[in-house]
């Protein structure tokens, strides 16, 4: 009998996952949740993409809700943060925002509906 394998989705998979969750879940909700293109396939993009702003280390996913930004780093079981990822999760939590890391679909779910079910303010 062969042993169970586990392949780990990608945080590529998990991230689509759950942008299409909350797109086909919460329709009236589009575009409150969104990326931050922050990675670069190769030098020139890289330079581009720093001279229009994206900075390294920004969470995967943005959630606007409430009147509250929750920000949303996707990571599978293996996946760890880069030292620039824990920077700016330190800085948003500096100034009382909300970070959170994410490993599948389940929490992300979770996730999001618990922030719907908190009192707005």
């Not at 001279?51 to 996946?79: P, T, W």
């Not at 959170?100 to 707005?120: A, D, K, Y």
């Amino acid at each position: 009998m062969l042993p169970h394998i586990s392949i780990q989705p990608s945080e590529t998979r998990i991230q689509a996952l759950c942008f299409q969750w909350h797109w086909n879940t919460f329709p009236a909700y589009r575009g409150l949740l969104h990326t931050h293109n922050n990675n670069s396939h190769n030098a020139i993009k890289g330079a581009l993409n720093k001279a229009l702003g994206i900075v390294k280390g920004v969470s995967d996913l943005e959630y606007f809700f409430a009147g509250k930004s929750y920000f949303i780093e996707l990571k599978n079981l293996a996946g760890y943060q880069t030292p620039e990822q824990k920077q700016f999760q330190k800085l948003v939590e500096s100034q009382g925002g909300a970070y959170q890391i994410v490993r599948s679909l389940e929490e992300f779910q979770c996730l999001i509906e618990g922030i719907h079910s908190r009192p707005s303010l």
